[in-house]
């Protein structure tokens, strides 16, 4: 791309219906947001548990700057790992039941560090189709053989680690899938990790804070977390409300992260104030269970009530609910008459989803009231009227 090309290929963008636009929110994240000006009603965040703007997050965030100011003012391995980051890794680890556990600034970088720490170009990655676009990032930046699968289809799976020579095997899958709201079937995966002797790499980015009876993610569908195979990833900016990631695993494995991550190593070490407003938040996911529980209701409600639309709804029981409209034009079109209504979900189109596949996003939030999701149902049902 040269400089006079830009403009061309963005022109290009909008006839296909592609061109990404932002929108500035004024006031604090929720489910309902002001947004250029104007209040919404939000059914696109991943603040599925409403924690974003908890004052018991924000109160540990501002007495902790007032303590310790804002700037980690180094990396991890010089002099900006803090103490509050230290107990914050012991306590996750903890959460998720894993020997240990790394904090990293984003998920993103998570594993584009993860991955060549592990992997070079004798390795194999084997991936979901769908997996997040971080987790083909990171497999391309290590340099192994990317080798992608149907999505879902262990049958496929097991002929390529069959047929694989590499040295090192990595598995790596979304638990909850980002756009479609699906599991991964993490015990028959984990089965395939040992049998074909292979890591086995879980991007709980939806799950964590959300599956689980106490929200400690997609690892309560697993018996044996005392795998050395097992790398776990969860985000701190979804359920959590904050911002991060943390990898957990074995204690080895973390040590070696820490000396060989590159997105760890040279990179300057989250604000500490982040660290005590994720551990104020892992408090209030563990105990208030009410907040899982409603979500649940809200998802039984927004099934029933989008029930007969021309425009279904993909198989999710998460709060990732995603409507299959397909084409990117009639996906544009509907966000924009929703959002003319008061209510903003967003349109997902390529190449974030296969082509023909472009959908509304919805995701539902604990902060979200049934009459909320009925609001919602009924702007639907008064699209398709009028279609
Ligand atoms: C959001 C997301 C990430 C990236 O996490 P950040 O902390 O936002 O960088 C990684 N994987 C999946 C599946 C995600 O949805």
């Known amino acids: 791309m040269t400089p006079d090309q830009l403009q061309p290929a963005l022109a290009e963008l909008d006839t296909q219906s592609l061109r990404r636009v932002r929108r500035v929110l004024d006031g604090p994240q929720g489910v309902r947001v002001t947004i250029d000006g104007k209040p919404y009603l939000s059914f696109s965040s991943n603040d599925y548990l409403g924690l974003a703007n908890h004052p018991a997050l924000a109160d540990a965030a501002s ?3 007032a303590s310790v100011g804002v700037g980690a003012g180094a990396a991890h391995l010089l002099t900006g790992h803090h103490r ?3 107990e914050l890794e012991a306590e996750l680890a903890a959460f998720v039941g894993l020997p240990a556990a790394l904090l990293f600034s984003t998920g993103y970088m998570a594993s584009l560090g993860v991955l060549p720490a592990l992997l070079d170009r004798h390795g194999e990655v084997f991936e979901d189709k769908l997996n997040h676009a971080s987790l083909v990032d990171a497999a391309v930046l290590s340099r192994a053989k990317l080798t992608r699968y149907p999505h879902l289809d262990l049958v496929t799976l097991e ?5 694989s020579t590499a040295k090192v095997k990595l598995i790596a899958t979304d638990t909850v899938f980002s756009m479609d709201g699906d599991l991964a079937p993490l015990v028959e995966l984990q089965a395939l990790a040992q049998r074909y002797d292979a890591w086995l790499y879980l991007d709980d980015a939806h799950g964590f804070g959300v599956l689980g009876e106490r929200g400690e993610g997609a690892l309560s569908q697993l018996e ?12 701190l900016g979804k359920a959590v409300g904050v911002a991060g990631a943390f990898v957990g695993g074995s204690s080895e494995l973390i040590e070696w992260l820490l000396n060989k991550a590159r997105t760890y190593v040279f990179t300057t070490a989250q604000p500490p104030m982040l660290a005590a407003a994720v551990s104020a938040s892992l408090r209030l996911i563990a105990v208030e269970g009410w907040r899982r529980a409603h979500l649940l209701e809200l998802i039984e409600r927004l099934k029933s ?3 007969g639309l021309p425009w279904p709804l993909m198989h999710s029981n ?19 008459a929703l959002r003319a209504q008061g209510i903003l979900l967003p349109a997902i189109r390529p190449p974030t989803v296969p082509p023909g596949e472009a959908r509304l996003r919805i995701s539902l939030s604990a902060a979200h009231s049934l009459a909320d999701v009925d609001t919602l ?5 008064a699209l398709a009227r009028h279609d």
């Not at 149902?377 to 049902?381: G, Q």
């Open 377 to 381: 149902c009924a702007a639907f049902h």
């Open 63 to 65: 007495v902790t700057a």
């Open 224 to 235: 044996d977390r005392n795998d050395p195979r097992l790398i776990y990833l969860a985000t």
């Open 159 to 163: 002929q390529r680690l069959a047929s």
């Open 305 to 307: 009530g989008l029930a």
């Open 318 to 336: 998460t709060p990732i609910q995603p409507v299959l409209v397909g084409s990117n034009a009639e996906a544009l079109r509907l966000a924009d």
């Open 84 to 86: 509050l980051h230290h």
